[in-house]
């Protein structure tokens, strides 16, 4: 048995940073409105129906 502690895995770290970086984003994108669902490429439709206020812009 083993007692010594393991070191983190620096990739997993790094892919639990970077997918945290996209959560941010996507948050920030739905706070800056419909010219960040334009800028990032969401397309015309959901940058329309969160113009309009739509809580649920996809639908």
Known sequence: ???MPQAPNMY???G???SA???LLHLAII???PAWYRF???G???AAAAARGRIMPAR
Do not use: K, V
């Open 44 to 46: 015309e439709d959901m």
């Open 21 to 23: 970086c996209a959560a």
């Open 31 to 33: 706070a800056g409105g």
């Open 40 to 42: 990032f490429g969401a």
């Open 1 to 3: 048995m083993n007692s």
């Open 12 to 14: 997993l770290l790094a």
């Open 16 to 18: 639990a940073a970077l």
